[in-house]
């Protein structure tokens, strides 16, 4: 028998947040995370959920310029912050990472890799010469069942080459 | 016999090289692939369902109790909720439910059997409100004396999990056996006196558990038309659309199952467990109820059997197995699900893909108050495989015979047969050049470094042994088109193979061709997503399809065009006629003609089974893999570093080289999981004690062989297209063997217990150096 007080723990919230671009301004429970916000009322499904607990970087998004599980940031702590999601990488078209992702075969039932994707992306952008231990130091706290860490590490080592020949 | 031990060239063909192919063996990129990189993909519950209720279980935290009384009215007088159900709330026709065994309850009816099975559910119009009034609802209980390990669960005098009024007819009803196997051949006498070496040893596999990084859900909405439609991330829809129908007692066709792609499943979303509930939510409110399931609901929902096998083997100074004795006791817990068959078909091959005079396996399916576990990656083969390949070592060890030469001197030859008795099994591949070429690039004749170990196995699993695909495909009239086929991509990228086939077939552009699958209102019947046959099956139906489509096309333009049909042949991707070739697309379309239409061809593969079978039939196929690995041992910790790992599968012909290696490499990582570190843990009161990611810890990049190497035999000599044979779950049968004979090469002692922890290493070494000191 639950002795908590739903009504106290449902009371809403005011965050204002700006995520792709957009201000949006939302009331939600306080206890909503940063993920569900993104996912469910926001409804920009490209960030995954699955372990909801830190562990998996099913749910890494940019927050304020740095990665972060989204899962374990409450959506009322990201009052003011400007969020990025995986969708905000693409719109100008596939980036070289994301065409090196596929072209690497990294890509299996897919839930894993938006978060793959944006933790690359972050590496790249502080790492852009990262080695292979670097890489997999870098992506460890991101978990694919799939398993395709082999794939990931090569599609983010062609995507290095790719921007290093190119700058 | 003797065996062809000589590899040839990477992919050599012996027939039809990749070369004349325009489709098939090229690495074309993953169907589906920049929506999974954009995050556009839209998985089960990334859909949008206006309007849809969600819905919360309500649960015990204990594995075995009588339910003594259950109050719901806490949780009915809270806003937002729709309904409070128990089992004494469905209706009558919510019978137990089940694929071989119909002993799972639509929700826990006077027991509850393992931790984490439903008691009641909510309905309620959020998510939040739902879990509210779930924990709200007041459930009295009983806890009584669960089984939860197989020991616990074979003493005489164990409380059984399953009444036997469950089964009433079956004579195992008093014990906590649900299934047995049994396969035995051979005189055991006449092999006894060449034996010079006899090994025993016990060997253990833990309770792993799926992990997909979709844990995934149900929703279930009331049709107009006064069925049901039920969405689940399913690897076999026609098979949850029977199991509604059947119990909602509605006809198939008023059961519509869609099945988005599955974000992972491994054998873990093949069969329905809360879809039936979820489905008389929806009749019973009239709404449309979503249920998500938390990661750790999906470790109550899926796991592979754990497994003890007691193994005794006799060798011949020479390394030549002459007996080989195993006694299998699977963990599967506390209703059927498909494990009695993971267990029926692990140990058909518990032997090993070996020449062995006598064999005997005695293999069981133990019931114990755990989660039901279901069908995983490699289907009850990498249990045993534990265990065989293990003996092989403990042999070769004590025979001073290292484990490639064991290998050479009992591994079978193509047609030799592994299985013997009335239903003989014959190696379907040349298993031996997967054998060297494994070696070769381990380098395996060099020295190992001081302080590292080599390990070298070998592992089969029997593909299908029935089944039914069916296919549709339209060849539109603008040479586009679309192919229905109803195997559930779930991450091996089986749209991308129906693709080049249609390419190949009726050279139709693979950006042309669309792909239609998990929808049960608009694609043919497909058996099942599972056991790595979709290539050969589906495969075969798709392949069927177009040819099919060719017949027509030419048939259709003869008649156009008043060219004899005599005069025109159709081949792959093109039509040749008096005036030479053309594409067949083009050929289509001027056998159309101006009232424009479309072509339309059919295709079935059909595997019927065999009679008195062990297994109901003949393997479709057999995966073969060889898997080798090198580990460095600090001798301080024993911590264990992956230096190189190296797996080479029979595969037949690759379609798609770069979707072999994914699923290669993938399944190869997955296999250190359950060797090194996975193990579900349980309490004395059956609580699951590491539920969750923070506790239950999967390979992560930092786990993966500092080497890396996929590789294949290509023969051409498998039953689907083109000569392709299954592949998905070659890779992780003997990577335990692998690494396990690696550690003993590294540290002279061999641990027979999984996962192979840098404690038990660790301990293993201490226990070792106490020995010699003594
Ligand atoms: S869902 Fe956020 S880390 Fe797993
Ligand atoms: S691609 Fe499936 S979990 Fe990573």
Redo the contacts between chains.
């Keep these: 028998?639950?002795e908590?007080d739903?009504s106290r723990?449902?009371a809403p919230v005011k965050v204002t947040l700006d995520v792709n671009g957009t201000a949006h301004r939302l009331e939600v429970?306080a206890h909503r995370t940063l993920l569900d916000a993104i996912?469910d009322d926001i409804?920009?499904?490209?960030?995954?959920?699955?372990?909801?607990?830190g562990?998996?970087g099913?749910c890494t998004v940019f927050l304020d310029g740095r990665i972060v599980n989204s899962c374990l940031v409450l959506c009322a702590e990201a009052e003011g912050c400007s969020v990025g999601?995986?969708?905000s990488?693409?719109v100008g078209g596939?980036t070289d990472l994301?065409e090196e992702?596929?072209?690497a075969?990294?890509?299996?039932?897919?839930?894993?890799?938006?978060g793959q994707?944006m933790a690359a992306e972050a590496l790249l952008q502080t790492n852009p010469t990262a080695k292979p231990a670097e890489?997999?130091?870098a992506?460890?706290?991101?978990?694919?069942?799939?398993?395709?860490?082999?794939?990931?590490?090569a599609a983010i080592q062609a995507a290095a080459k790719r921007r290093g020949s190119s700058r | 016999m003797t065996a062809d031990p000589v590899p040839p060239e990477r992919g050599a063909p012996s027939g039809h090289g990749a070369e004349s192919y325009r489709a098939i063996g090229r690495?074309v990129?993953?169907s589906?692939?920049?929506?999974?990189?954009?995050?556009?993909?839209?998985?089960l519950?990334?859909l949008?369902f206006p309007g849809a209720a969600e819905v919360a279980f309500a649960t015990i935290p204990v594995g075995c109790a009588e339910i003594v009384a259950v109050d719901t009215s806490?949780a009915t007088a809270?806003p937002g909720v729709i309904a409070v159900v128990t089992a004494a709330d469905l209706p009558p026709s919510a019978s137990r439910f089940g694929i071989s065994h119909q002993d799972r309850p639509v929700l826990a009816s006077g027991t509850v059997n393992f931790h984490g099975e439903p008691v009641a559910a909510v309905v309620a119009e959020t998510s939040?409100?739902a879990r509210?009034a779930a924990?709200?609802i007041?459930i009295e209980y009983r806890e009584l004396p669960g089984v939860y390990n197989l020991a616990d669960a074979l003493t005489s005098d164990a409380r059984l999990v399953q009444d036997p009024s469950i089964r009433p007819r079956d004579p195992l009803n008093d014990t906590n056996v649900l299934e047995t196997a049994d396969y035995a051949w051979g005189e055991l006498e006449p092999e006894q006196a060449r034996t010079h070496l006899i090994v025993e040893n016990t060997y253990t596999f833990p309770m792993v558990t799926?992990?997909?990084?979709?844990?995934g859900g149900v929703v279930a909405a009331p049709t107009d038309d006064g069925g049901v439609a039920v969405y689940s991330p399913v690897q076999h829809p026609y098979l949850l659309q029977r199991i509604v129908a059947d119990l909602t007692e509605l006809p198939l066709s008023k059961v519509r199952v869609v099945a988005p792609?599955?974000?992972?499943?491994?054998g873990g979303k093949q069969t329905p467990r809360y879809e039936p509930l979820l489905a008389f939510l929806a009749i019973q409110t009239e709404r449309t109820c979503r249920l998500v399931l938390?990661?750790e609901e999906t470790f109550q929902l899926m796991r592979r059997s754990g497994c003890r096998i007691a193994a005794r083997t006799g060798f011949t100074q020479d390394g030549q197995l002459t007996f080989h004795e195993l006694s299998a006791d699977f963990s599967i817990g506390a209703y059927a699900d498909v494990a009695p068959r993971v267990m029926t078909k692990g140990s058909y091959v518990g032997a090993g893909p070996y020449r062995i005079p006598v064999v005997r396996v005695a293999a069981r399916a133990v019931l114990t108050n755990t989660t039901p576990s279901c069908a995983f990656r490699g289907f009850g083969a990498p249990q045993v495989s534990w265990a065989t390949e293990s003996q092989l070592d403990a042999g070769g060890r004590q025979l001073g015979i290292d484990s490639l030469e064991m290998r050479r001197r009992n591994l079978v030859g193509v047609g030799e047969a592994f299985i013997c008795g009335d239903h003989e099994a014959t190696a379907d591949g040349r298993w031996h050049e997967s054998l060297e070429r494994a070696a070769e690039l381990i380098d395996w004749s060099e020295p190992v470094t001081p302080g590292r170990g080599r390990g070298i196995a070998v592992g089969i699993k029997p593909g299908a042994t029935s089944g039914l695909s069916q296919s549709l495909v339209r060849l539109l009239y603008d040479g586009s088109a679309i192919v229905y086929a109803g195997t559930s991509d779930?991450?091996?990228?089986a749209r991308t193979l129906w693709q080049q086939i249609l390419a190949e077939e009726l050279g139709v552009e693979l950006g042309r061709i669309t792909i239609i699958s998990g929808d049960t209102d608009v694609v043919p019947f497909d058996l099942q997503t599972s056991a790595s046959r979709s290539t050969v099956f589906m495969g075969n139906a798709v392949l069927e399809a177009c040819r099919d489509i060719r017949l027509r096309v030419r048939r259709l333009y003869a008649e156009a065009t008043g060219i004899d049909e005599a005069d025109l042949t159709d081949s792959p991707g093109v039509m040749i006629g008096p005036d030479g070739a053309m594409p067949l697309v083009e050929a289509a379309q001027a056998a159309l003609g101006g009232l424009r239409g479309e072509f339309v061809g059919q295709g079935t593969c059909r595997l019927r089974g065999v009679q008195g079978h062990p297994l109901g039939g003949d393997a479709a196929f057999y995966e073969f893999n060889c898997t080798a690995v090198e580990v460095d041992i600090d001798p301080d910790t024993g911590e264990l570093l992956l230096t190189k790992h190296v797996t080479v599968g029979d595969v037949g012909t690759e379609l798609n080289p770069?979707?072999v290696?994914?699923?290669d490499?993938?399944?190869?990582?997955?296999g250190l999981g359950h060797t090194l570190m996975e193990q579900v843990l349980l309490d004395d009161h059956g609580r699951i004690q590491n539920l969750?990611?923070?506790d239950y810890r999967?390979?992560?990049?930092?786990d993966?062989a500092i080497e890396?190497v996929s590789d294949s035999i290509e023969n051409n000599d498998g039953p689907g297209p083109y000569g392709c044979k299954g592949i998905s779950e070659g890779a992780l049968l003997c990577t335990s063997g692998a690494v396990g004979a690696a550690v003993a090469d590294a540290i002279g002692v061999q641990l027979r217990d999984l996962p192979i922890t840098a404690e038990r290493i660790w301990t293993a070494m201490r226990a070792a150096d106490a020995r010699s000191a003594e």
């Excluded at chain 1, 075969?105 to 938006?114: E, L, N, S, T, Y």
């Excluded at chain 2, 792609?261 to 491994?266: S, V």
């Design positions: 028998m639950s908590r739903v723990e449902l429970p996912r409804g920009l499904t490209g960030t995954k959920k699955c372990c909801a607990d562990e998996c099913a999601t995986i969708e990488l693409s596939l994301q992702f596929l072209a075969g990294a890509v299996q039932c897919g839930v894993c890799i938006p994707v890489i997999r130091e992506m460890s706290g991101n978990l694919c069942r799939c398993a395709g860490y082999e794939r990931i590490v | 690495p990129t993953r589906g692939g920049a929506e999974r990189v954009t995050g556009a993909q839209s998985y519950t990334d949008v806490p809270l939040d409100l509210a924990d709200a007041e799926h992990f997909p990084i979709e844990p792609d599955p974000g992972g499943g491994f938390s990661l779930m991450g091996q990228g770069l979707q290696v994914s699923q490499e993938g399944a190869a990582i997955m969750g990611a923070l999967i390979p992560t990049f930092n993966v890396m």
